[in-house]
């Protein structure tokens, strides 16, 4: 038995005991730092947090505690702010056309804000006013 520090992918360190054969050990190793760190995998971390950002005249939608879903972020355009700690883009509330899509993109990964949960069913309502008066 032996204990190693292990480097996980998510940047965590921790001190593990592996047992068994110099070369399994050496597989165990290279595939633990290959994973995140149980803390980093445990369902009890923060979900994703979004949030409707004002920056300066614009507005952007911010990701913070985004781990988990930043390759998916990467993904759909969003950009990485050192300072913020959080994963964002640009987005314009007061057009349907720009913000329904991009919160589509998000809200099934997400716990979203109240801004945006309250866009949202002003948006739901706004399309059922415009369907009936279409109809
Ligand atoms: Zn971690």
């Not at 006013?129 to 279409?134: E, G, L």
């Amino acid at each position: 038995m032996a204990k190693y520090r292990v480097t996980y992918s998510c940047g965590h360190e921790r001190e593990v005991q592996l047992f068994g054969p110099l070369k399994e050990r050496d597989r165990k190793l290279t595939w633990l730092a290959s994973q995140v760190c149980p803390d980093c995998a445990s369902p009890a971390r923060p979900k994703p947090q979004a949030r409707l950002v004002k920056d300066g005249d614009h507005y952007r939608i911010q990701v913070t505690d985004a781990f988990p879903i930043k390759d998916y972020l990467k993904g759909i355009g969003y950009r990485w702010d050192p300072d913020r700690k959080a994963w964002w883009r640009p987005v314009n509330p007061a057009d349907p056309a720009d913000l329904v899509p991009a919160w589509g993109q998000l809200r099934d990964h997400v716990d979203p804000d109240p801004d945006l949960s309250r866009l949202e069913r002003a948006w739901e309502s706004e399309q059922v006013r415009r369907y009936r008066t279409d109809d």
